[in-house]
């Protein structure tokens, strides 16, 4: 049997997003396999079983809809946080970014109530019972910003993302996340299927139709995926959208490849303490005279000089 980590970084269906349309269907889409880059975002930090694939499966939505990015320095965030007080869940904070091919991410829980959810917990174990999902984009070519915030339902991150479509941005969407773990490694998949903005210039927007065959015919296409055909390390993407839409006529391209990137440096966090009155600075000195910022996302220490 092939193991799931069977793969070298030159393999062009690692951690490289493609992309596909469906151009008679009004349907586009992506497709992702991550593998090193998600090593190394979890290696930052030593997670348990349970949070490690929440945070992968994290990881490949931010990729996954981070690559819809018409304009490659545009970012697209991910958090997903809970209530405080009565109700809270495991995960206070789960934040992932994508910005130029570049992600990240980061679970904020408390280890010790872990124990009786289980490897793979629902949202509402991991969450409690008033969690919110909020998906925000920051557009480079005109530095807009927008954000949805929906209530975190569903079993898992996906089904919360394609609530966040649905409700947000009235966009028919399904999303299939695929994860498999052995030891410190771990591969995980995903795909994206969503009526393509464009196909409604000019028409009735879909959300207010009774129906719309074309969306409706895609998504069981698509639905149809495999959960061990996201992760195969011998299937090529191209491989992946051939066996879903081979009846259709299908366009593809290949997208920026991904990396593990943190914007963490020297540099960066002396700009940010920079706008701090002296008062709150004296503060946050040590006996050094230095103040010790930890960046969540990568687990490093800088010390900055003021």
């Known amino acids: 049997m092939t193991s799931a980590f069977d793969f070298s970084p030159e393999e ?3 951690d490289r997003p493609l992309g596909f349309s469906v151009p008679a269907r009004h349907a586009r889409g992506r497709v992702v396999r991550l593998g090193g880059v998600l090593d190394e975002v979890l290696s930052s930090h030593d997670y348990p079983p349970a949070i490690r694939h929440l945070l992968a499966e994290a ?25 405080k007080g009565d109700g809270a869940g495991i995960v206070d904070l789960l ?24 490897a793979n917990p629902t949202l509402d174990a991991l969450f409690g019972d ?44 399904l999303l299939r996340v695929a994860i498999r773990s052995e030891g410190a ?7 994206l299927v969503q009526h393509f903005p464009e196909g409604e210039e000019g028409r009735t927007r879909l959300h207010v139709k009774a129906a719309y065959p074309d969306w409706e015919h895609v998504a069981v296409l698509g639905g149809s995926i495999r ?10 993407l191209e491989s ?37 009155p002296e008062s709150e600075l004296a503060q946050m000195r040590e006996d050094d005279g230095q103040i010790a910022v930890d960046c969540a996302f990568c687990s490093r220490v800088f010390r900055i000089s003021l």
């Open 12 to 14: 062009t269906w690692f």
């Open 130 to 173: 008033a969690g919110y999902l909020a998906i925000t984009f920051d557009l480079a070519a005109s530095a807009e910003r927008y954000q949805g915030i929906v209530p975190l339902t569903g079993s898992s991150l996906a089904q919360a993302c394609e609530s966040y479509f649905e409700q947000s941005e009235q966009i028919p969407t």
């Open 59 to 83: 990881l490949v939505l931010t990729a996954l809809i981070g690559s819809l990015a018409k304009e490659g320095d545009s970012q697209i965030t991910i958090q997903a946080q809970a209530q």
């Open 227 to 236: 959960h061990d055909e996201l992760i195969d390390p011998g299937l090529s």
């Open 95 to 118: 934040v992932c970014d994508c910005r130029g091919g570049e992600v990240r991410g980061y679970v904020r829980h408390d280890p010790d109530r872990l124990g009786p959810v289980g």
């Open 185 to 191: 490694h771990t591969v995980a998949g995903g795909l």
């Open 240 to 276: 992946v959208v051939w066996r879903l839409f081979h009846e259709e006529t299908v366009l593809v391209e290949p997208l920026t490849p991904l990396a593990r990137g943190c914007r963490c440096t020297v540099e960066h966090y002396r700009k940010i303490l920079s706008s701090f």
